[in-house]
C-alpha cells in the first residue's frame, strides 16, 4: 500500500488500512552510514532508506547487505603453480 504516514506516496510493505504496522508506527530516518546510497531517498520529513524501515538494524552485525555505495573487494585468489608444468610452458 501506499504510505500516508512519514513516506508519503511511497510504496510500503508494512502500511496497512489502519495505519502504519511497522514496530514503532513509524519508519526511522537513515544513519551517518547510509549517506551515499542510492536507495536513501530525501521526503519533506526527512531522508528515509525505500527498502528497510529501520536502517540501523541493517548496519547492527556489519555492513548493510542491501547497500549500493559499500564496494566489497573479492580477495584474489592465487593459484598454486606446479613447477614441472610451468618449465614445460617457458
Given at each position: 500500500m501506499?504510505?500516508?504516514?512519514?513516506?508519503?506516496?511511497?510504496?510500503?510493505?508494512?502500511?496497512?488500512?489502519?495505519?502504519?504496522?511497522y514496530n514503532e508506527g513509524a519508519c526511522l530516518s537513515i544513519i551517518d552510514e547510509c549517506m551515499g546510497?542510492?536507495?536513501s531517498s530525501e521526503f519533506q520529513t526527512g531522508v528515509y532508506c525505500t527498502a528497510a524501515p529501520d536502517p540501523s538494524l541493517k548496519w547492527k552485525n556489519g555492513n548493510c547487505n542491501i547497500a549500493t555505495?559499500?564496494?566489497?573487494?573479492?580477495?584474489a585468489k592465487k593459484q598454486k603453480i606446479n613447477p614441472i608444468k610451468?618449465?614445460?610452458?617457458?
Open positions: 501506499i504510505c500516508t504516514t512519514i513516506r508519503e506516496g511511497d510504496d510500503c510493505l508494512f502500511m496497512t488500512k489502519k495505519g502504519c504496522g546510497c542510492a536507495r555505495h559499500i564496494k566489497i573487494a573479492e580477495a610451468a618449465s614445460k610452458r617457458r
